[in-house]
């Protein structure tokens, strides 16, 4: 029986919390919740769901 793997899809932004995913994705959505002038938001944890 062959399976095949989802390397991507989209997914509703309140969904994506509940998503096995890469820390840039955090890094990604801090950046658009808070808009921070020089590009940089505090560092986002890695465990549990995020990933390196």
């Known amino acids: 029986m062959e399976q095949?793997?989802?390397l991507a899809a989209w997914?509703?932004?309140a969904d994506v919390p509940?998503?096995?995913r890469?820390?840039?994705v955090d890094v990604?959505?801090?950046r658009y919740r808070t808009?921070?002038?020089d590009g940089r938001?505090?560092?986002?944890p890695v465990g549990g769901l995020v990933r390196q």
Do not use: I, M, S
């Open 4 to 6: 095949h793997v989802k």
């Open 11 to 13: 997914v509703p932004l």
């Open 18 to 20: 509940g998503q096995d």
């Open 22 to 24: 890469a820390v840039t």
């Open 28 to 30: 990604g959505l801090a």
């Open 35 to 37: 808009g921070p002038g």
């Open 41 to 44: 938001v505090a560092p986002v």
